[in-house]
Structures are given as C-alpha cells and as structure tokens.
C-alpha cells in the first residue's frame, strides 16, 4: 500500500523544467487519486494486522494511481 501510495503521490511532482508548480491536472481526477492515498491510510491505521484491510487499502491505492496515470488522457486540461 505505501508504495502504491508512494507512486501516486509522485505524480504530483513537477516534471523537469516546468517550475515549482505541482502537476495537478484537471481537479476531479486530482482529487479522486489524493483521496484514495488518504482511505488507504485510514483502512490501514483502522485495522492494523489485518490482511483483509491491507488487501483493500492496497486496491485503494491502486486505483487511484491507475486514476491518476489514465487522468491524463481522459482529463481535459
């Protein structure tokens, strides 16, 4: 889940050149993928040594970073 999490976030991080802006693309989809990094962590914290709530956290996040990596092609900006 972190390193999900992890990846997601990273997508935030202003491409090279472009200045100290974050990369935030269209609103929605922005803070669909924010959302899910912050459920995930809540599923974890919420049910810690439970496989169950780390398998769902984990999904969480995947979908939101697959949200955040397919934002680009159907977000318009």
Not at 2 to 12: E, N, R, S
Not at 16 to 23: E, M, S, V
Not at 51 to 67: D, E, H, K
């Amino acid at each position: 889940m972190a390193v999900l999490a992890a990846a997601t976030l990273a997508t935030y991080v202003p491409r090279q050149g472009t200045g100290l802006r974050p990369d935030l693309g269209c609103s929605p989809c922005a803070a669909m993928a924010a959302a899910t990094v912050l459920a995930a962590g809540w599923l974890v914290q919420a049910g810690p040594h439970q496989v169950s709530m780390a398998a769902l956290a984990a999904v969480t996040a995947g979908f939101g970073l697959s949200q955040r990596l397919a934002g680009s092609t159907t977000c318009t900006v």
